[in-house]
């Protein structure tokens, strides 16, 4: 990242939604001011040993986050910063309906998932919980309570598919 200049970094999926177990792996979330010489969207993962890595560029962040990304999102409102030199900017971003209905998509493609099927019914469950606060507050607290990360665990191990996405409906329109 050496053509780089980091705005924010923060840690990111299992360790930042509060699912964390003793095999997960560290995830980390940058955002960079802008790449030189490209005039194209700048949006990189690398994964080296335990680590995963995601790069953005300040602008193409913001776009992800206007539009409902849920990982640019939970990056945005993270409370687990490593650096940031945006913060004020983070605290004043907020969301609207344009973001609804991505996040609806994707809770119903996670309930319904045949791949990988408790780890994504958990996540659809954790994205139907930040949806409801992103409705009442335009942002959200991606990282769960200790009795809200037990309670998914416990319903994405116990239901089916279907069930979790009509409780999760519930969830997110509460």
């Not at 990242?1 to 792996?25: C, I, P, Q, W």
């Not at 690398?46 to 999102?73: H, N, R, Y």
Request: proline share 2%.
């Amino acid at each position: 990242m050496s053509d780089k200049t980091v705005l924010f970094k923060t840690v990111h999926g299992s360790r930042l939604y509060g699912l964390a177990h003793e095999n997960s792996d560290e995830d980390f979330y940058t955002v960079v001011d802008k790449v030189k010489n490209r005039k194209a969207r700048y949006a990189r993962q690398s994964i080296v040993g335990d680590e995963d890595s995601m790069v953005v560029d300040f602008g193409t962040w913001v776009d992800m986050c206007k539009s409902g990304v849920p990982q640019a999102l939970e990056a945005m409102f993270s409370d687990m910063a490593v650096e940031d030199h945006i913060e004020e900017f983070r605290k004043s971003f907020r969301v609207g309906t344009q973001c609804y209905d991505r996040y609806l998509r994707t809770i119903k493609s996670f309930a319904l998932s045949e791949t990988d099927p408790f780890k994504r019914k958990r996540h659809s469950l954790r994205l139907a919980l930040n949806f409801r606060q992103m409705r009442e507050y335009g942002r959200f607290n991606p990282t769960l309570s200790k009795h809200q990360a037990e309670g998914i665990t416990w319903v994405a191990q116990a239901w089916s598919g279907e069930e979790v996405y009509d409780f999760a409906l519930g969830l997110a329109w509460e």
